[in-house]
Structure formats: structure tokens, C-alpha cells
């Protein structure tokens, strides 16, 4: 029988390591007391010398530990945390008035549903300081951001219309810390808009990258506009002219405006792009237009064709350079054309002169956008061509076309419309006579 072998003592680094392990072997208290949001507990452990340990808490973190070689030691020092603990307590309930009391006690209850108590909201409050404190109010973070866009090199155009909206949240909010204002309030004061749905959703997608700008820059912790109403997509009808009725303004027009209503309606080229619009941008001899990056809404190039009644409408005012606008402000410009639309029976219903009346004109409302869904609508029905439609009219995809213009007007009307020319009266008398009443006729 071989002898029994004996183990071998472990290495002195092991030794050492294994009482580092019993050293934190700590068993679960045998004694817990809370005083408020500070506890005191006593419990055994393993340790080459002690075998209890007092330790005193307080909101949850650790602020001193006792290690006793006796239950009696350790609950005399356990004893001694209480005391301490109840003589501040005093101490600082003889600081606080009546009016302090009632107070505490009331926000003490008010917090209770929630599962919280003064330390929370004191975190929370202070936490709010200094994000605040951090923060600018949105008057100054408008400004930062029009001069963040500005170094970007963005477009005037994209430049106004960020302006045009953004000064609208400052007159509201212009004062307030941008870290302070809340989803629910953005929310309510886009509601209180009283725009359509497409412009709720524009102004709404601008405020959304001014937070994000505020977020990057530690001006907010967040973004409220993120979360904030988003407007519910309406499948509106589409507002266009008869034949008729672009016949017969097209004939009412004063003549330094027909250009730019030609090609609203036979080009559907967007006012903003008229406006920046040049006569060396109309190539007559290809028989194209070129609406360059600059002074595109998509900043995309795109091409478009000159159809024949177009160029017939062009021709007498043709120049080889120059804008096509007429000599005046764009906002005069707008206005003129507001004069000659109403003169043909267009504008606000309910708003007619007593000469309007006299001659009994009715006024209808100018469908929004309406020379230029006009040409989409009867080139889809005329032509049949989505694809080469959307890039005409500077889509990305033949989506929207196929959503709103698809078969809106007959092709008898559509032919109708690619009648129109300025060099024939008779037929322009024709088309007004037989389409005046709806485009599906």
C-alpha cells in the first residue's frame, strides 16, 4: 500500500491572494436600521482577525465602514451612527420653520405616487440648472444657427425661408432658454398656426434641425421638436384651371407678365425659379430650358421642353439676356398678378368691390399653386411620360405624379389645353366656350 500523499502549501503569492478573497467575503447584515435616507447596518464576515462589520449609508452610497473583532463592539458603534444621525436630524429640524414644515411635507406627499422623494426632485431640479445654466435663449440660438447656414454657403432662398419661419418661433419664444421649452408646447403653438398641412409639416421639419444644431451644441439636452405633432397627410385634390380659364387669363395678363404666366402654365416652372429666371436660360433654337443648380428648389440642373403654344407665348417678348421678371420688386410683381387674376374673377370670396358687384362677378378662390399643377396634370394626360414629367419638374421619383396627376384630366381636355396659343383669338374664344366648366369634359 503506497503511502497517502500529502498536499503541498501554497505558493506565499497565493497565500496572499486567498486572503485578499476572504477579506471581502462579506455575509448578508444580520442587523439593518433607516433613519430617513440614511441606514446603518451591522453584519459578520470572514476575516483573518475581525469577523463584524458596521457600515453607514446614506441616498444609497456607502460613507463609512468599522470592521469589530465582537458583536458588542460593533453594536455599540452601530449605536453611535444612529446617534449621530438622530442629533443632525434635530439639529437641522430646529433650522426650519413652520411655514419650511409644511412644505416638506406636502411635497413629501405629492412625490410619494411616484415612488419619489425630496432627494430625487432636488437631483432632478439641480440637474435642470445646470443644463439651463449651459443654455442660451432661442432668440440668440436662431441667430447662431442663420450664421451656422450662412458659413455653410446655403442657398438665399433656402436662407429666407429659414428666417421667414424661424422669426415666427422667436416672437413667440424668443426669450425662453432653449434647454426650457418642452414637446408639448412646441406642439400646441404649431397647432395654433392655422396652415395648411404641408406648411405645419415645414415648419416643424425647420425647427426639428434648429434643435438638433442646439443638441450638438449643448445649448439642450434634447430635442423637443423630435417628438412634436406631426400633421396627418391629406389626399387633397389637386387645384388646377380648366382650359377655359387659362385661356382666358392668359388673354387678361398685361403684357410685361405673360412670359412668366407661359411658363407657369406651359412649363410649370415655380414662382421662386421664374423670379431668378434669364432669357439666355431659354434656348429657342434646342428648344429647351435649363433651370440651373443656383436657382433650383432642389439645387439639381434639369431641362425642359419648349412645347410649340409655349413658344408661341415667348416669341414676341423674346430677348437674347436679361431677366425674365419685369422691372419691378418681386413683391410688386406678385401683386400685379394678384390685379390681373382678379380681374378675370379670381381672389378671396366675399371680398368684392361695389363695382365687382355692380357687374355681378362672383370671385373663386386661386387654387394654390395653380399654373403649375395645371402643366403637370394636362402634359401626364397629353404626353402619358411619368418619368420624363418628374425630371421636367424636378422630382426625385415619379411617386408624386403618379399619386396626384394620374388620369386628374381627360385627354380631350388635355388637348384642348396644348391648344392655347396667343395668335388665334378664335381658338382661344373655342377653348374658353367648351372647357370653361371642368377639366374632365
Given at each position: 500500500?503506497?503511502?497517502?500523499?500529502?498536499?503541498?502549501?501554497?505558493?506565499?503569492?497565493?497565500?496572499?491572494?486567498?486572503?485578499?478573497?476572504?477579506?471581502?467575503?462579506?455575509?448578508?447584515?444580520?442587523?439593518?436600521?433607516?433613519?430617513?435616507?440614511?441606514?446603518?447596518?451591522?453584519?459578520?464576515?470572514?476575516?483573518?482577525?475581525?469577523?463584524?462589520?458596521?457600515?453607514?449609508y446614506?441616498?444609497?452610497?456607502?460613507?463609512?465602514?468599522?470592521?469589530?473583532?465582537?458583536?458588542?463592539?460593533?453594536?455599540?458603534?452601530?449605536?453611535?451612527?444612529?446617534?449621530?444621525?438622530v442629533?443632525?436630524?434635530?439639529?437641522?429640524?430646529?433650522?426650519?420653520?413652520?411655514?419650511?414644515q409644511?412644505?416638506?411635507?406636502e411635497?413629501?406627499?405629492?412625490?410619494?405616487?411616484?415612488?419619489?422623494?425630496?432627494?430625487?426632485?432636488?437631483?432632478?431640479?439641480?440637474?435642470?440648472?445646470?443644463?439651463?445654466?449651459r443654455?442660451?435663449?432661442?432668440?440668440?440660438?436662431?441667430?447662431?444657427?442663420?450664421?451656422?447656414?450662412?458659413?455653410?454657403?446655403?442657398?438665399v432662398?433656402?436662407l429666407?425661408?429659414?428666417?421667414v419661419?424661424?422669426?415666427?418661433?422667436?416672437?413667440?419664444?424668443?426669450?425662453?432658454?432653449?434647454?426650457?421649452?418642452?414637446?408639448?408646447?412646441?406642439?400646441?403653438?404649431?397647432?395654433?398656426?392655422?396652415?395648411?398641412?404641408?406648411?405645419?409639416?415645414?415648419?416643424?421639419r425647420?425647427?426639428?434641425?434648429?434643435f438638433?444644431?442646439?443638441?450638438?451644441?449643448?445649448?439642450?439636452?434634447?430635442?423637443?421638436?423630435?417628438?412634436?405633432?406631426?400633421?396627418?397627410?391629406?389626399?387633397?385634390?389637386?387645384?388646377?384651371?380648366?382650359?377655359?380659364?387659362?385661356?382666358?387669363?392668359?388673354s387678361?395678363?398685361?403684357?410685361?407678365?405673360?412670359?412668366l404666366?407661359?411658363?407657369?402654365?406651359?412649363?410649370?416652372?415655380?414662382?421662386?425659379?421664374?423670379f431668378?429666371?434669364?432669357?439666355?436660360?431659354?434656348?429657342?433654337?434646342?428648344?429647351?430650358?435649363?433651370?440651373?443648380?443656383?436657382?433650383?428648389?432642389?439645387?439639381k440642373?434639369?431641362?425642359?421642353?419648349?412645347?410649340?403654344?409655349?413658344?408661341?407665348?415667348?416669341?414676341?417678348?423674346?430677348?437674347?439676356?436679361?431677366?425674365?421678371?419685369?422691372?419691378?420688386?418681386?413683391?410688386?410683381?406678385?401683386?400685379?398678378?394678384?390685379?390681373?387674376?382678379?380681374?378675370?374673377?379670381?381672389?378671396?370670396?366675399?371680398?368684392?368691390?361695389?363695382?365687382?358687384e355692380?357687374?355681378?362677378?362672383?370671385?373663386?378662390?386661386?387654387?394654390?399653386?395653380?399654373?403649375?399643377?395645371?402643366?403637370?396634370?394636362?402634359?401626364?394626360?397629353?404626353?402619358?411620360?411619368?418619368?420624363?414629367?418628374?425630371?421636367?419638374?424636378g422630382?426625385?421619383?415619379?411617386?408624386?405624379?403618379?399619386?396626384?396627376y394620374?388620369?386628374?384630366v381627360?385627354?380631350?381636355?388635355?388637348?384642348?389645353?396644348w391648344?392655347?396659343?396667343?395668335?388665334?383669338?378664335?381658338?382661344?374664344?373655342?377653348?374658353?366656350?367648351?372647357?370653361?366648366?371642368?377639366?374632365?369634359?
Amino acid at each position: 500500500m503506497s503511502p497517502q500523499k500529502s498536499t503541498p502549501p501554497l505558493p506565499r503569492a497565493n497565500q496572499i491572494q486567498t486572503a485578499k478573497r476572504t477579506r471581502t467575503k462579506i455575509r448578508r447584515p444580520t442587523n439593518s436600521q433607516r433613519l430617513g435616507e440614511a441606514r446603518v447596518t451591522v453584519g459578520e464576515a470572514h476575516h483573518p482577525r475581525y469577523k463584524f462589520l458596521v457600515t453607514l449609508y446614506n441616498g444609497g452610497k456607502r460613507v463609512e465602514r468599522k470592521w469589530f473583532k465582537t458583536k458588542g463592539e460593533a453594536d455599540t458603534k452601530a449605536a453611535e451612527y444612529r446617534s449621530q444621525l438622530v442629533n443632525s436630524g434635530i439639529q437641522a429640524a430646529a433650522t426650519i420653520t413652520g411655514i419650511d414644515q409644511a412644505l416638506v411635507m406636502e411635497a413629501t406627499a405629492k412625490l410619494a405616487p411616484y415612488g419619489k422623494t425630496l432627494r430625487h426632485a432636488l437631483d432632478h431640479y439641480l440637474d435642470f440648472l445646470g443644463r439651463t445654466a449651459r443654455s442660451i435663449t432661442i432668440s440668440d440660438l436662431v441667430d447662431r444657427f442663420m450664421q451656422a447656414k450662412r458659413r455653410e454657403k446655403q442657398s438665399v432662398r433656402y436662407l429666407n425661408d429659414l428666417r421667414v419661419r424661424l422669426d415666427r418661433f422667436t416672437k413667440a419664444f424668443g426669450s425662453r432658454n432653449a434647454a426650457d421649452i418642452s414637446t408639448e408646447e412646441i406642439s400646441t403653438w404649431l397647432n395654433g398656426l392655422g396652415v395648411a398641412p404641408v406648411t405645419l409639416t415645414n415648419f416643424r421639419r425647420i425647427l426639428v434641425v434648429a434643435f438638433n444644431f442646439a443638441v450638438a451644441n449643448k445649448f439642450a439636452p434634447s430635442n423637443p421638436a423630435k417628438d412634436a405633432i406631426m400633421p396627418a397627410e391629406t389626399d387633397s385634390e389637386i387645384g388646377i384651371l380648366t382650359p377655359g380659364e387659362t385661356a382666358g387669363l392668359m388673354s387678361t395678363f398685361r403684357t410685361e407678365l405673360v412670359p412668366l404666366a407661359a411658363l407657369g402654365f406651359f412649363a410649370g416652372i415655380r414662382e421662386a425659379e421664374l423670379f431668378r429666371l434669364d432669357w439666355k436660360e431659354i434656348d429657342f433654337d434646342g428648344d429647351y430650358i435649363t433651370i440651373t443648380p443656383s436657382k433650383a428648389k432642389s439645387a439639381k440642373r434639369r431641362l425642359i421642353k419648349i412645347r410649340p403654344n409655349l413658344r408661341a407665348w415667348l416669341e414676341p417678348h423674346r430677348k437674347i439676356a436679361g431677366p425674365v421678371k419685369p422691372r419691378a420688386s418681386v413683391d410688386r410683381v406678385r401683386e400685379m398678378m394678384k390685379e390681373d387674376r382678379r380681374r378675370f374673377g379670381f381672389g378671396p370670396p366675399g371680398t368684392e368691390t361695389p363695382a365687382e358687384e355692380a357687374a355681378g362677378i362672383t370671385l373663386r378662390p386661386w387654387p394654390h399653386n395653380a399654373a403649375r399643377h395645371s402643366f403637370a396634370s394636362y402634359a401626364l394626360a397629353k404626353d402619358q411620360d411619368l418619368s420624363g414629367l418628374a425630371l421636367e419638374m424636378g422630382h426625385n421619383s415619379t411617386a408624386i405624379l403618379f399619386q396626384h396627376y394620374r388620369e386628374l384630366v381627360r385627354p380631350k381636355a388635355a388637348e384642348a389645353y396644348w391648344s392655347i396659343f396667343p395668335d388665334s383669338p378664335s381658338k382661344i374664344i373655342k377653348v374658353r366656350n367648351e372647357f370653361s366648366e371642368s377639366a374632365n369634359a
